[in-house]
């Protein structure tokens, strides 16, 4: 057994903090202690008794969409890697020694610490029902847990298909959620996403009996119903039995005499404060549990403090991550000499459950003497809305919204306050006349991270932040639940009207559309230029007669839209300025002044003679080349009146353009999948090369990458696309809105198992939905995030036909595929167009005087202007002239 000196008996060192456990609360408390310790007089060492890194165990359930841990993963990763840092995962605290001041981990080490912080949390509760040990019972508590309830769903349903003579029919998996409260309700839609079928067993006389009330539980079954949730309440369950032939959970049997037969049950009665350490360590507990801590969230003992959900607090533990947050920061606080106290538990809760919405606030039940009762219900909606306010109806003190909780970001921030006007007229649907609130500097917006509404306002006023982006980078507001980000959007938009920022949505001066409402108009509309589209819809200044010729901004994607709706890319005559130059020139320009040529190698596969005659094409016209990301071979360096001579070379080898330069699908990654991996499932280069042979050329608000993998090993990083496929032995699953770049984002699961044909109509509807309602330079990721309903709704859409335009939509891809011609062979073809690329209107083949070049590993590159001026330079030679240029007018 190794141990190490205290740390405050080495006088040089910083002093040390120990924090055991790794949940949400923890790494919240070394992330403020990291940013307020601006001295570095404390390192800090972490605990964690999972084997990953401190996660969001709020959106737990969305682990059954991303399927990948790190998804869920807290915070910036630069914190474990600050040097006052130090995190210990799969690495649980087994004892402590308060006398010692040291703590000894599952490995017999041991490690001093001056001050020693629990936040251990809690364990899931088992109620003591016979059976409750039985195979495929489950609780719902961390990521291993939801992957093992995941796991056993998957092999009872394939265990549940039966071979008949019509084919496999497949008997539905039936689950149960004992507890009917937010956990119970997160995990029977885990278990209706999981394709089980799904009953709530409540104890109670109602759903979510400890938020909402009996009218608000009647309207929230009505709701789960509606959802293909079936609701049992007033239920206890007497015991669980085995099936007979698995031994695995078989039947429920309930104290009224009923039974229900099932596969699968999730256990989600509460929770039980993990408090062990705390108790053999002798601090003295909390008659329900939990460490005893005063209002400075220390215990008995002066170097050991307790936060979060193993911490009793004014007699009680809190099992929600806003007081435990609240905690994190008062031990903060206190530690770097300050006198934070906890101010008390925001108890504000929403339900994270697709399609209900539920939340409530404060005094929900009407507890308070003399208080009084406003509600409005809507049964045949199923919206039930109730404030709870003071005897003379002006002081709000709680709410409960089911169904439409459009009011609750906005007014749980005013609990305690008095409202303005008719508190009634706060419950009215939309439109309804409800007065705007203005939140005082000292409302609590953000509870998850204790952001007051004066935050969000010096951000935009102190900090220069000028979106919702950047208050919640600011800030942290919304970055955890993110129930308060309509009301962060609203106060930001509100202080940056006041501050003279203006917050607008218009495409730019010419157009005050949006780019999706331009989309439409111009599509229902029917125009076909951009003349008639300003003429029609631009905007006239004050004085003026017209909307003028447009700016840098709306031409790019005024063009956009026309090739989006089937005008082609390359337009003659006025629509020839549209694009920006690498649009306009169909190559990228480079620092030089050249430009690079891309073709098309879709899936990245090709024959050993389409690669001779990209090398001997780089070979004859000099030009550097290397293999790109995207599984395709770029080559740099080609002169402005090269371009068409290179395209004709490749052109006529049966290349096309990759169309690298433009707001359109780039390529198409893939792996090598079961045409040679011995792993691969499916064949991913044949998907891959599909998919990009069907959305070559499609246009849109800005670049699009897929990418195939042929099994879930996801060598072609899929994840990391707009658009990735993943294949299983069953066919396909499909991820979207991901993408590399300055700010990376795995892409989600938006369906499960796809043949061929579903998954390229699947695809086919996203981007063109994509297409239709983005805004301008804008990705997927952020579109997705962004849209209302995220993506959710966007599924919706496109899986279920939500808004009634799948068939528009098919159309219009389907358009886009039979009207495709690749831009570099019309270009060729049409001696208008290419009558652009010359280097000099009199002299089109004589190459720029003032390019330079160094060679390099073996090719050659840009002459920095240090070589140029020293003489070791070599000018750019005129190059061979394999095609006859088009008769050019020379202007003197």
């Known amino acids: 057994m190794s141990s190490e000196p205290p740390t405050s008996a080495r006088p040089d060192a910083r002093r040390h903090v120990v924090v055991v456990g790794g949940g949400m609360v923890a790494q919240r408390f070394v992330e403020a202690l990291r940013a307020r310790d601006t001295a570095g007089e404390w390192r800090v060492s972490l605990f964690a008794e999972e084997p990953r890194k401190p996660y969001d165990r709020v959106g737990l359930t969305r682990y059954f969409e991303v399927r990948d841990a790190e998804e869920l993963t807290l915070g910036d990763p630069a914190l474990w890697d600050d040097p006052l840092v130090t995190l210990h995962r799969d690495c649980k605290v087994v004892s402590i020694d308060r006398e010692a001041r040291t703590v000894t981990d599952r490995l017999g080490r041991v490690h001093a610490y001056d001050e020693l912080v629990l936040a251990t949390g809690s364990n ?42 019509g ?40 759903l979510m009996g400890v938020q909402v009330d009996l009218g608000g539980g009647q309207a929230l079954k009505r709701l789960i119903n509606d959802k293909g949730i079936a609701v049992r ?37 509460g929770v039980r404060p993990r408090d062990e350490l705390a108790r053999e360590a002798g601090l003295p507990i909390g008659e329900r549990g939990g460490a005893v801590v005063d209002l400075s969230c220390r215990t008995e003992d ?33 530690l770097l000499g300050g006198a934070a106290v906890f101010p008390g538990a925001d108890t504000a809760t929403k339900l994270k459950l697709s ?74 649907p939309e439109g309804g006349g409800a007065p705007d609130l203005e939140l005082p500097d000292e409302a609590n917006v953000c509870s998850c991270n204790n952001v007051s509404a004066g935050t969000i306002r010096g951000a935009v006023t102190e900090h220069d932040c000028t979106s919702v982006g950047d208050v919640k980078s600011c800030t942290r507001a919304g970055t955890t639940c993110g129930a308060c980000l309509p009301l962060v959007k609203k106060i930001t938009e509100t202080e940056m009207t006041r501050a003279g920022i203006e917050v607008s949505n218009a495409l730019c001066e010419h157009f005050a559309m949006t780019r999706a409402q331009l989309f439409d108009a111009v599509r229902v509309a029917g125009l076909h230029s951009f003349s008639e589209i300003i003429e029609r819809f631009g905007v006239v200044p004050e004085g003026a007669t017209s909307a003028g010729r447009g700016c840098d901004i709306c031409k790019p994607v005024v063009a956009s839209v026309l090739a989006s709706l089937g005008n082609g890319h390359i337009l003659a005559g006025e629509q020839s300025t549209l694009q920006d130059t690498n649009d306009h020139m169909l190559a990228n320009m480079q620092k030089d002044g050249t430009y690079s040529v891309v073709p098309r190698v879709p899936g990245g596969e090709i024959t050993p003679e389409g690669l001779i005659v990209i090398g001997e094409v780089a070979k004859d016209f000099g030009l550097y080349t290397k293999i790109t990301g995207g599984q395709r071979i770029d080559m740099f360096g080609a002169r402005v009146e090269q371009l068409p001579d290179i395209w004709k070379r490749l052109v006529d080898a049966g290349f096309e353009s990759g169309h690298a330069y433009g ?50 090993r996801e060598c072609a990083e899929a994840r990391g696309k707009d658009v990735g496929v993943i294949a299983t032995d069953k066919g396909w699953n499909l991820y979207v809105a991901g993408n590399g770049g300055q700010t990376p984002k795995h892409a989600q699961l938006l369906a499960e198992d ?37 993506l959710e709704a966007i599924r919706q859409v496109i899986m279920e036909d939500s808004l009634g335009i799948a068939d528009d939509l098919d159309a219009a891809m389907a358009a886009h595929v039979g009207a495709y011609e690749d831009e570099w062979k019309a270009v060729l073809e049409d001696p208008e167009k290419l009558a652009r690329f010359g280097s000099f209107v009199n002299a089109p083949t004589t190459p720029d005087p003032a390019l330079a070049y160094v060679p390099e590993r073996g090719q050659k590159r840009p002459a920095t202007p240090d070589e140029i001026a020293a003489g070791t330079a070599e000018p750019a030679l005129a190059g061979p002239v394999l095609v006859a240029g088009p008769t050019l007018e020379v202007r003197a």
């Open 302 to 334: 002066p170097h050991v403090w307790a936060i979060g959900e193993v911490a009793c607090i004014e007699g009680r533990c809190l099992g929600l991550v806003a007081p435990g947050n609240t905690m994190a920061e008062v031990v903060v606080d206190q």
């Open 167 to 206: 084919g496999v029919v497949e008997k539905p998996v039936r689950g149960a959620v004992i507890g009917g409260g937010l956990l119970g309700l997160e995990a029977a839609g885990a278990l209706k996403a999981l394709g089980a079928q799904a009953t709530v067993i409540e104890f109670g006389t109602h």
């Open 754 to 790: 796809l043949d061929s044909a579903t998954l390229l109509r699947t695809i086919d509807r996203f981007l063109m939905f994509y297409i239709r309602t983005a805004d301008r330079l804008q990705r997927t990721a952020p579109w997705a995030e962004e849209y209302e309903g995220g």
């Open 233 to 269: 309440a007033e239920t206890a369950t007497k015991e669980m039995r085995p099936h007979r032939r698995t031994g695995h959970v078989g039947r429920m049997d309930f104290a009224d005499g009923g039974r229900l037969d099932v596969d699968v049950v999730v256990m989600a009665t």
């Open 663 to 712: 707001k359109s699908l780039r390529t198409v990654k893939s792996c090598v999948g079961s045409t040679w991996c011995r792993y691969g499932v499916q064949d991913s280069v044949g998907m891959a090369v599909e998919l990009e042979l069907r959305y070559r050329g499609l246009r849109s608000p800005h670049k699009l990458k897929l990418g195939v993998s042929g099994c879930a």
């Open 355 to 428: 399609g209900v919405d539920v939340a409530s606030f404060g005094d929900a039940h009407g507890r308070t003497e003399d208080c009084i009762e406003i509600v409005w219900a809507d049964p045949t909606a199923g919206v039930y809305k109730k404030l709870v306010l003071s005897d003379d109806a002006s002081t709000l003190l709680g709410g409960v919204f089911v169904g439409d909780a459009a009011p609750y970001a906005s007014l749980r921030p005013m609990l305690g306050a008095e409202l303005p006007g008719d508190p009634a007229a706060f419950l009215l």
């Open 124 to 165: 899931a509760a088992r109620p003591p029902i016979p059976g409750n040990e039985l195979p495929g019972v489950f609780v719902y508590r961390t990521i291993d847990d939801v992957a093992e309830l995941r796991g056993w769903v998957e092999s009872k349903r394939e265990a549940n298909k039966v071979t008949t003579r």
